[in-house]
């Protein structure tokens, strides 16, 4: 039988913008979204653009509309860390910040515990952790789904209080999903849903019955013609988007369509 899951949760809409767009770019993309969007009851919108665009686009924001997130951060509060932005220094800046994206655990080595390191961090200062997890194509293959994101989920929350539970979200990206991943392919909603559920019960075992607040995110490859497919699996409460959340008419479409599925 299909778990039932709390349906009042907000659905999150958020643009991972990785290294692209320079300040002038971003700020003229956010000002087009400001535009086109007003603030919609139920939907969260976050964009993530890169670190040196924060502070700029935080004076320009709305924040009743759209909220910034930080792809990244060091989990040390100060001192000398040469060429590292700590979360103490983003507070102020941003809402959210992504922790332990998949390009940050491949490309650039980052291990569990510096994870778990940014997720405390995060939680310390007050923003919202969205922590990245996902099985890689030959985890997949070897039938290691489950223990990766069992893995990953305990060493990323493995400082974490249930009482910092309203600091985390969690963002499902099977990393064969990302579209800048070679030969990434489409995941379809069965591929996906047997991971909510195995993340939602993780949670649940781990921190209890409030872990049903924590929203569950869906990232891969996500444009305006399947979004409204992974929206309505259940237990998935948003999406993390890379390339749809370029180009702004494509992320417009698809919180259009996640106003329609809420
Ligand atoms: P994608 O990226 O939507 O381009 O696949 C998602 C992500 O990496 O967060």
Redesign the pocket.
């Known amino acids: 039988m299909q778990p039932c899951y709390n349906k009042i949760m907000k659905t999150y809409i958020?643009g991972?913008w990785?290294m692209n767009f320079t300040i002038g770019e971003s700020s003229i993309y956010l000002h087009k979204l400001l535009k086109r969007i007003s603030p919609i009851k139920g939907i969260q919108i976050a964009v993530a653009p890169s670190l040196i665009a924060l502070q700029p686009l935080s004076l320009q924001l709305d924040r009743k509309k759209i909220k910034l997130c930080a792809q990244n951060c060091c989990a040390k509060d100060f001192g000398a860390y040469t060429g590292e932005t700590a979360v103490a220094q983003l507070r102020g800046l941003v809402d959210y910040c992504?922790v332990g994206?998949?390009?940050r655990r491949y490309v650039f080595n980052e291990t569990d515990k510096d994870i778990r390191d940014k997720v405390s961090a995060c939680v310390r200062n007050n923003i919202t952790a969205i922590l990245?997890i996902g099985e890689t194509e030959s985890e997949r293959t070897f039938g290691e789904t489950a223990d990766v994101l069992r893995d990953q989920l305990t060493s990323g929350l493995s400082d974490i209080a249930k009482e910092d539970l309203g600091k985390i979200i969690i963002?499902y990206?099977p990393v064969w999903?990302?579209?800048?991943?070679k030969g990434?392919r489409v995941a379809v909603p069965d591929d996906i849903s047997a991971s909510i559920d195995l993340i939602r019960k993780h949670l649940k075992d781990t921190f209890g019955k409030d872990a049903e607040n924590v929203p569950v995110l869906y990232?891969?490859?996500?444009?305006p013609s399947n979004c409204g497919a992974y929206l309505t699996i259940p237990g998935v409460n948003g999406l993390?988007?890379?390339?749809?959340?370029?180009i702004a008419d494509q992320f417009i479409d698809i919180i259009d369509i996640a106003k329609r599925v809420k």
Do not use: F, M, P
Request: aromatic content about 0%.
């Open positions: 958020v991972n990785k992504i994206h998949s390009e990245c963002a990206e999903a990302i579209s800048s991943v990434a990232g891969g490859s996500v444009n993390l988007i890379g390339g749809s959340s370029l």
